[in-house]
């Protein structure tokens, strides 16, 4: 399957632990998004990259998230000392830029469950 | 700001009935928009999207939207649902970052 990948699929952390989470997009989608999806709600938009160039970050993204793409192919996103609010579904999706617009195809997510 | 209202929290239908999912969205510009579905546990599935052109737009699974800009609205449709389709669906737009309402959570009675 060459769709977007997460890993892990699920992750159950202490408050106060920091996690990372990994998303592989689909080959040749240079552009990268990273979604938050807090139970009975839509996913609410953290941040996207072009390449590994970090474009836009929401406010929603604190200083205790940080995200990186450093070769411009899979992502990280990092919380430091989670908070229980930060219990999530975290997905992430890629889409290929040019000369015309292309939808966004999401990955499975990682769900966190902070205690 | 982009947003975007979806007013049913919840929807059951019967199997074979029709449906029709509400979104009215907020744009500054002429807005990209999308359906997805998500099924438990499981990512967000394109159903269909609106670029431009033609305002009625056929996607997967039988399912079509209508663009109605004097509405700002963007309904979803299907003249017979299957037991299948129970789920959460999703209304949203924009372009880079999308921004979604707070979904329909479609219930199929037999």
């Known amino acids: 399957d060459t769709g977007v990948s997460q890993d892990p699929r699920h992750k159950i952390t202490k408050r106060g632990q920091n996690v990372t989470f990994r998303c592989d997009p689909i080959?040749?989608?240079?552009?990268l998004y990273w979604y938050r999806q807090t139970l009975g709600q839509g996913p609410e938009f953290l941040t996207y990259?072009?390449?590994?160039?970090?474009?836009?970050k929401s406010r929603l993204l604190s200083d205790r998230f940080s995200a990186e793409r450093p070769k411009g192919s899979f992502s990280t996103l990092e919380i430091q000392r989670t908070e229980q609010g930060d219990s999530a579904m975290y997905l992430c999706?890629?889409?290929?830029?040019?000369?015309?617009?292309?939808?966004?195809?999401f990955g499975p997510g990682t769900r966190l469950t902070v205690l | 700001a982009q947003s975007v209202t979806q007013p049913d929290i919840h929807i059951t239908v019967s199997e074979g009935a029709s449906l029709e999912l509400r979104c009215n969205y907020s744009?500054?510009?002429?807005?990209?928009l999308f359906w997805y579905v998500q099924s438990p546990g499981q990512g967000l599935q394109l159903l269909l999207k609106?670029?431009?052109?033609?305002?009625l737009v056929q996607g997967i699974k039988g399912f079509e939207a209508e663009f109605k800009r004097s509405q700002s609205s963007f309904n979803l449709r299907k003249p017979s649902v299957h037991w299948s389709d129970a789920a959460e669906y999703f209304c949203?737009?924009?372009?880079?970052?999308?921004?979604f309402g707070t979904g329909t959570r479609l219930t199929i009675i037999p």
């Open positions: 949203a737009v924009g372009y880079e970052k999308l921004t």
């Open positions: 744009y500054g510009a002429t807005p990209y």
């Open positions: 609106y670029f431009s052109g033609d305002t």
């Open positions: 999706a890629s889409r290929p830029s040019g000369p015309s617009y292309n939808e966004q195809f």
């Open positions: 990259f072009q390449n590994e160039a970090q474009l836009e």
């Open positions: 080959s040749e989608h240079n552009r």
